[in-house]
Nanobody, 124 residues
Framework: QVQLVESGGGFVQPGGSLRLSCAAS????????MGWFRQAPGMQRELVAA???????NYADAVQGRFSISRDNAKNTVYLQMNSLKAEDTAVYYC??????????????????WGQGTQVTVSS
């Protein structure tokens, strides 16, 4: 069973920085897109950043120039460096990965896997 384990959330003052990590494990055959969504209270979940297996990146307009996504394909890990944080960045951040995996029941293609979420709070 594929699991995504996140770390790195917390509390930071406006203008500060945080780095999120997300490691995928468990029967992985290959991962295509990996990235991050976030969800603030009362809001829909929104894409923050994503990176393809080939290195193409995509960012939400609200974080462009402040956040940077990277991944280590050998470790099945994706990172999100968040700089110049603002109060409006406060949310639960969820990592995701799209790919193929095998389990005792067989092999499966085109699944989306999710992390458990990590809280990021930006406040003075």
């Amino acid at each position: 069973q594929v699991q995504l384990v996140e770390s790195g959330g917390g509390f930071v003052q406006p203008g500060g920085s945080l780095r999120l990590s997300c490691a995928a494990s468990g029967g992985i055959v290959s991962l295509n897109s990996m990235g991050w969504f976030r969800q603030a209270p009362g809001m829909q979940r929104e894409l923050v950043a994503a990176e393809s297996s080939g290195g193409t990146t995509n960012y939400a307009d609200a974080v462009q120039g402040r956040f940077s996504i990277s991944r280590d394909n050998a470790k099945n890990t994706v990172y999100l460096q968040m700089n110049s944080l603002k109060a409006e960045d406060t949310a639960v951040y969820y990592c995701y990965a799209e790919g193929d995996h095998c389990s005792d029941n067989g092999c499966y293609r085109g699944y989306t896997y999710w992390g458990q979420g990590t809280q990021v709070t930006v406040s003075s």
